[in-house]
């Protein structure tokens, strides 16, 4: 089966930093990737989705400038999350697709606690 | 994206009991997908969907994709405790993918 990595699995920064969260499809070559935020005990909410070499489509209520997404090759999506704070703290999840007509296949998560 | 509408919230029931859960939507999909997500962990999937009136099974899943496109149910039969999780349905059309809100599973051994 298709396999997507996140790295790292878990980041605790300090308030103001950035962070910066890899997402990988390793056994193939994803025309779209997927970025979503989770909070315990909730669904999946999508806070962008972003194509290989153009820009990311963010969702309403998501700051582009504050989570910056890099899609830079068909196997490699990044989510940095600039000076961030504690309200950033969450379970961060990407996910890749091979096409439209395809499934999504998810990350692990990656887990940011802002202190 | 929108949230479709599952059912149950959550299940508790004893090992060996088979279990059912259904996403239900106002709006037609292409692409039903049943998701397993464990603590802390990112979902798996599970079963995908492709056809109006497909049923497909893997291992002890049964999941069918309803004749109107707007429904999808995800069988589980006799239930193990490592079936313990939260399930999520999602319907996709091309680039738009809703998720349900997800069913809590507890297995009792």
Request: hydrophobic fraction near 35%.
């Amino acid at each position: 089966g298709a396999v997507v990595s996140q790295h790292p699995s878990r980041v605790i920064c300090k308030s103001g930093t950035s962070v910066k969260i890899e997402c990988r499809s390793l056994d193939f070559q994803a025309t779209t990737m997927f970025w979503y935020r989770q909070f315990p005990k909730q669904s999946l909410m999508l806070m962008a989705t972003s194509n290989e070499g153009s820009k990311a489509t963010y969702e309403q209520g998501v700051e582009k400038d504050k989570f910056l997404i890099n899609h830079a090759s068909l196997t490699l999506s990044t989510l940095t999350v600039t000076s961030a704070h504690p309200e950033d703290s969450s379970f961060y999840i990407c996910s890749a697709r091979a096409g439209t007509l395809y499934e999504q296949y998810f990350g692990p998560g990656t887990r940011l606690t802002v202190t | 994206g929108q949230q479709l509408n599952q059912s149950p919230q959550s299940m508790f029931i004893q090992e060996g009991e088979d279990v059912s859960m259904n996403c239900t939507s106002s709006s037609i999909f292409n692409t039903w997908l049943w998701y397993k997500q464990d603590p802390g962990e990112g979902p798996v999937l599970l079963i995908a969907l492709y056809k109006a009136g497909e049923l497909t099974s893997n291992g002890r899943l049964t999941a069918q994709f309803g004749i109107t496109r707007k429904d999808s149910f995800l069988n589980i039969s006799a239930s193990i405790p490592s079936d313990v999780g939260i399930y999520f349905c999602a319907g996709q059309l091309f680039n738009d993918m809703r998720f349900g809100a997800g069913t809590r599973l507890t297995v009792k051994p």
